[in-house]
């Protein structure tokens, strides 16, 4: 994403959970904007926080309050630099970031509080709000 490039914010409040890698996946997973990701090591889902059950569960951890930004592509597979483009100026800027990339583009989370914040770094180098 070079400068000059539209981003957008997604109206809510997301979570980024991790479960134990061999847990089946729950079934509040999968409903609205969902990422899921497997590995030998975990069960990493982004999702809505309203999605979160009311009983979580002593292995289920939970980090609360992001909220998540899309770069509006699509960006071929090959593209250089898309989320260096993103990443560098929220570093600049001392905001944390985790980042999902699609076949078609990426999403970007920010903790809510520096939101206003993230917005500012990312327009300030060049990329637009829509």
Known sequence: ???????????????ICRL???????AWAGKA???ITRTADELSIVCEE?????????ELRIE??????????????DAIGVLA???KPLAEAEIS???ISTFDTDYILVKKVQLN??????TRAGHTLV
């Open 50 to 58: 309203p999605r979160l059950p009311q009983d979580l569960g002593v």
């Open 20 to 26: 134990p890698a061999k847990t089946p996946l729950p």
């Open 117 to 122: 914040q993230a917005i500012s770094a990312l």
């Open 85 to 87: 483009s993103v990443a």
């Open 33 to 35: 904007f969902t990422s």
């Open 64 to 77: 609360r309050g992001w909220a998540l930004l899309k770069l509006h592509g699509p960006f071929p597979l």
């Open 97 to 99: 970031l985790f980042a």
């Open 1 to 15: 994403m070079q400068p000059g490039q539209k981003f957008s914010v997604i109206p809510g409040a997301f979570a």
